[in-house]
Nanobody
Framework: HVQLQASGGGLVQAGGSLRLSCTAS????????MGWYRQTPGNQREFVGS???????TYADSVKARFTISRSNDKNTMYLQMNNLKPEDTAVYYC??????????????????WGQGTQVTVSS
């Protein structure tokens, strides 16, 4: 199975930068995609960006050209580089992974895993 550990949140002024990390442990070879989501109080969790096992990245329109997702050489750590941060980027950020269950596992199919959140606060 897979566990996710997120880190790197904090307080930054508008226009500043932060880098979040998400490290996966366990059967990481089964991960097909990792992503970042964020959530503010009273709102649904929203997609920020993702990276597939093949390296393809996708971003929400609200963060394109400001945020960049990358990963370590062993593919076990995903990074979210956030530049030109805005107050509206303030949220709890969660990392996410999709893994393919082994043939011996039940139920079959993909499994979605969430890490704990890390708070990002951008002051104006």
């Amino acid at each position: 199975h897979v566990q996710l550990q997120a880190s790197g949140g904090g307080l930054v002024q508008a226009g500043g930068s932060l880098r979040l990390s998400c490290t996966a442990s366990g059967t990481t070879f089964s991960i097909t995609r990792m992503g970042w989501y964020r959530q503010t109080p009273g709102n649904q969790r929203e997609f920020v960006g993702s990276i597939t096992s093949g390296g393809t990245t996708t971003y929400a329109d609200s963060v394109k050209a400001r945020f960049t997702i990358s990963r370590s050489n062993d593919k076990n750590t995903m990074y979210l580089q956030m530049n030109n941060l805005k107050p509206e980027d303030t949220a709890v950020y969660y990392c996410n992974a999709i893994r393919v269950r082994a043939m011996s596992e039940r139920p079959r199919g993909n499994q979605e895993i969430w890490g704990q959140g890390t708070q990002v606060t951008v002051s104006s």
